[in-house]
């Protein structure tokens, strides 16, 4: 990158020394804002269409200005721009080509126009492809765990509170809880969406402008459905980039608690899946390791998106009306969460349905921490036992089975009637841990009928 002689910058007018050498690289944002120069295209484009259908350039103008912008994005595509530092930000970068390349008429685009609404401007236009692109993998990324739900919707896991075995569930189950939190991340993407797509252009510098701007035809260029209702306002609000940020910093947290499960999972103590070889990574001293990287690393890298979000909170949080060049600081964290959740996303969407499940483990697994003790209470408890009676009964019979080495399920029905007598041979019904999962079948339980209903239920949400 460049730098030249503050005489030559577009504000230079009043300055009578260069700007410090140092100052000009630490207040200049060009080298991350670049990443906006698409929108700053298209937004100014937009605005010079509006000023030539209000009269303020001629259509002569804005056909050079248009031409101009054309050439300048093909320029930066093919990589032939050369940015420069003392032009600050990509607004400026841009603009300040513009001039060089048509002349006189590239002078007039910013008329009615402060880079003040410019940012806002790119960051909502940038910020809703990416939001739409978000909500596309989240949405990959539940097909996949419908897919691997659909496979495994019979397959008995034990379900855990504290960590310790609780219940027999299934795991197409367990999937279609991850598959849940997803529903509301994209709902909250989508609501955020909203408020994205409001237009600040026109707002000007803070206050708007004298010019007779048709705000209202600009925001039908650029798509935005609505047009913003207070200049203030509109030039200072980051709310969207902080709602945003938190709705990523609550996927990252759902990604991360999945990574936490795949993880344990994978370990040689659970192994109740297979991750693929190809997700993994190796060990450069331990030969026989498999390394779970990738939901290690994404379980990591939630703590970027927390730290983002809070970055801009606390960026926001003093600042009076209406635009300060703290802002500048909005855009950094907003990439960065915005990487993060494209990289996480793609990388689990990827995965997921690779991921092979080892029935026999997690069939054995359940078996280990008197799973079905519960459903032999509820048993007793139909069998006309008072619940109080059932449980202590039930109690005797586990601490029978920890001696012994045996599961409810693999007792004999001789043995289990040394408990209770209420007790006949059609308890191995409930036993069982396929049983104890199968009779859990109301709306949102674990048995198999009801985890094939919530799949089809489930696909015709996301279509
Ligand atoms: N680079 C600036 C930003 O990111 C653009 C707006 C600057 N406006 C100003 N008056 N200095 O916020």
Known sequence: MSSKDSKDKPWGGRFDEPTDAFVEAFTASVGFDQRLYYFDIEGSKAHARMLDKVGVITADECKHIIEGLDDILGDIERNDFAWSVSLEDVHMNIEARLTERIGEAGKKLHTGRSRNDQVATDIRLYLRGEIDFIVSELKRLQ????????????????????????????????MLAWYEMLVRDVARLVDCRKRVNVMPLGSAALAGTSYPLDREYTAQLLEFDSVSNNSL??????????????AGALIMTHLSRFSEELVLWASAQFDFIELPDRFCTGSSIMPQKKNPDVPELVRGKSGRANGNLIALLTLMKGQPLAYNKDNQEDKEPLFDTVDTLKGSLRAFADMMPHVQVKRENSLRA??????????????????????????????????????????????????????????????????????????????????????????????????
Do not use: W
């Open 233 to 246: 306002d509109a030039v200072s609000d980051r709310d969207f980039v902080i709602e945003f940020c938190a």
């Open 366 to 463: 359940a078996k280990q921490g008197f799973s079905t003790a519960t459903d032999l209470a509820d048993y007793l408890v139909g069998k006309g036992v008072a619940f109080r009676d059932a449980h202590e009964v039930v109690g005797k019979a586990v601490r029978y089975g920890v001696e012994n080495g045996k599961d409810l399920s693999d007792m004999s029905l001789t043995e289990l009637q040394q408990f209770s007598s209420a007790i006949t041979e059609d308890v191995f019904e409930v036993l069982t841990l396929e049983g104890s999962a199968a009779s859990r079948d109301l709306l949102g339980g674990t048995a198999p009928q009801q985890v094939r209903m919530q799949i089809e239920r489930a696909r015709k949400q996301i279509s």
């Open 143 to 174: 097909t996949g765990l419908l897919e691997v739900a659909e496979r495994e919707a019979a397959t008995i896991m034990p379900g855990f509170t504290h960590l310790q075995v609780a219940q027999p569930i299934t795991f197409g189950h367990h």
